[in-house]
């Protein structure tokens, strides 16, 4: 691929993200980056698996999410998130960074992580104030379970 293509193919991407929204797709924050709507939250993708949690959280002794849903994360866990997308993002529009999808085009990945940073910042939002779910041990009998 020629470097005006490569260039075509992320100006492309960056008028999707505005027109989406333009079209509701996502509200900008106090920070200036976007938030996830209602309607996507409550979409069919809206509420993704956490892969990999970010390391400053770990590190700092909270507890791993990985493997749970977003909607089961605590606010403050998801705002960390959402930076380690954010940055993510920012990394791979550096780099450049594409695949290529089932129709053999060339696509970037950073409006993926941008929107799952909208997304993580979207369920902080709508988490904050709520307890987050307990997670239990596989192993754990009923009897070690404390309630």
């Known amino acids: 691929m020629s470097a ?58 909270g507890e791993s999410y990985a493997g749970c849903r977003m909607s089961q994360c605590p ?22 960074k594409t695949y290529t999808n089932k129709q053999g085009k060339e696509v970037p990945t950073a409006p993926f992580n941008r929107t799952a940073a909208a997304r993580a910042r979207g369920w902080a939002k709508r988490n904050a104030g709520k307890v987050a779910a307990v997670t239990v041990p596989h192993d754990a009998t009923v009897e070690e379970i404390p309630f």
């Open 4 to 61: 005006i293509e490569a260039r075509v193919v992320a100006l492309e991407a960056r008028l999707a993200a505005v027109e989406a929204r333009i079209a509701g797709g996502g509200a900008p924050s106090a920070s200036g980056a976007s938030v996830a709507t209602d309607d996507d939250l409550d979409s069919e993708w809206g509420d993704p698996l956490v892969k990999k949690d970010p390391k400053k959280w770990i590190e700092n002794g």
């Open 75 to 96: 606010s403050d866990y998801l705002r960390m998130l959402a930076s380690l997308f954010d940055w993510m993002a920012a990394k791979d529009e550096e780099k450049k």
